[in-house]
């Protein structure tokens, strides 16, 4: 697998960033294996650095948190049939705190760096939803509990949060995207494929073999979830069969209910002063259609 610094310095037709926590196995391990082209480079990366190298150019397409879309619609078209979203509980997005949602107000609260969606949508429940105002600190989630208590609640995202899940001390434990179908009564999307616009156009037929590879590779990952779950499960470390059923919670299309739920996550931070307008209407990769303006 190829590094970032790699992807800097080859010459490939394509490179594509990957977020490696386990939420993504069940198209990334059987893409790991099936795919054999070395002309495409793949660089695995936390979110936040797959969206840096996105938006200044340095890789092509890839798995990127929903809000990094939201700030640069105009660089990118979001790839049909492919997310991470939730219908209600995602199991890995976690606000652990020692007190209730409405009772945070002044309080200090730990945020994950890793995602900014998750940060924003966490903002949103708090400020939007629950009327309270929060200080906010961002930095690395620590293993250390003598650390973490310090703090009045804790943002934690991908294996951190299964971890913490799993060996945190903490009396409440939020899902957020739970909160968020109880209020909109619509899916989230926390992460989407997207590509550079100028990518789609310079290599039109090589997005279409990629986008056909990733589709490809999630359908037979999903039919083979049991095996996959029990070969990621040692990575948090995690019992194979509640991996098998925080991967089967996890919903990885891209259907009309989610893009509404996007649409609305969209017009939130619009509003909020933390995505462009042009956002909206979503615009998305079509291999029948050229794309202008790239």
Not at 85 to 106: C, H, I, N, P, T
Not at 150 to 164: S, T, W
Request: hydrophobic share 40%; aromatic share 10%.
């Amino acid at each position: 697998m190829m590094t970032c610094q790699e992807v800097r310095s080859g010459h490939p037709v394509a490179r594509i960033g990957m977020i490696n926590f386990i939420n993504t196995a069940p198209l990334y391990e059987v893409w790991k294996r099936t795919v054999h082209r070395p002309d495409w480079l793949v660089a695995e990366a936390v979110p936040l650095t797959i969206n840096r190298l996105l938006s200044i150019g340095e890789l092509d397409l890839g798995f990127i948190s929903s809000h990094e879309y939201a700030v640069h619609p105009d660089r990118y078209l979001l790839l049909p049939d492919l997310s991470i979203s939730a219908s209600g509980s995602v199991g890995s997005v976690y606000f652990f705190a020692s007190k209730e949602l409405a009772e945070l107000d002044g309080e200090k609260l730990l945020l994950t760096s890793h995602s900014q969606t998750s940060v924003s949508l966490l903002k949103i429940i708090l400020e939007e939803f629950t009327g309270v105002r929060p200080h906010y600190h961002s930095g690395a989630i620590s293993e250390n509990q003598a650390v973490l208590n310090h703090y009045a609640g804790i943002l934690a995202i991908g294996d951190e949060a299964l971890d913490l899940k799993q060996h945190g001390d903490f009396p409440i434990r939020i899902d957020l995207s739970k909160v968020w179908w109880e209020q909109t009564g619509l899916p989230f999307v926390f992460a989407v494929w997207a590509a550079r616009r100028d990518f789609c156009r310079r290599e039109p037929v090589e997005m279409a073999e990629i986008h056909g590879e990733l589709v490809r590779c999630l359908r037979e990952g999903l039919a083979d979830l049991k095996a996959i779950s029990a070969e990621v499960a040692p990575r948090i470390p995690m019992d194979p069969e509640d991996c098998y059923r925080y991967l089967r919670g996890i919903e990885y299309d891209l259907g009309p209910a989610k893009q509404q739920g996007l649409a609305l996550f969209y017009d939130y931070l619009i509003k909020r002063g933390e995505g462009v307008a042009t956002a909206l209407p979503l615009q998305f990769w079509d291999k029948s259609r050229k794309v202008e303006g790239a």
